[in-house]
């Protein structure tokens, strides 16, 4: 069974640092993408960042390129998020994701509060 649960959420002033963490099992996990994604209030989830395991690529949109860095641990099967210099706009719920057999799989998400 496919699983992800993302941690490390919390409340951080603007200009702090957070460190988000996804844990993953039931696939393997160097051959998938694994994606970071968030959802603030009264707005749509949107894509942060994304690692592609099997090349070692990533990615990041346009509002978190330079402040967040993607990585992965193959050992621990884990995703990390590192969060810098982060903004009030970067509050919400942050999701861990991947796609296996055609089909979404979704951590339960963890929330970020970047407020003085």
């Known amino acids: 069974e496919v699983q992800l649960q993302a941690s490390g959420g919390g409340l951080v002033q603007p200009g702090g640092s957070l460190t988000l963490s996804c844990a993953t099992a039931g696939f393997t996990f160097d051959d998938y993408a694994i994606a970071w994604f968030r959802q603030a209030p009264g707005k749509e989830r949107e894509g942060v960042s994304c690692i592609v395991n099997s090349v070692g690529s990533t990615i990041y949109t346009d509002s978190v390129r330079g402040r967040f860095t993607i990585t992965s641990d193959s050992a621990k099967k884990m995703i990390y998020l590192q969060m810098n210099n982060l903004k009030p706009e970067d509050t919400g719920v942050y999701y861990c994701?991947?796609?296996?057999?055609?089909?979404?799989?979704w951590g339960q998400g963890t929330q970020v509060t970047v407020s003085s």
């Open positions: 994701k991947t796609t296996y057999g055609g089909r979404d799989f």
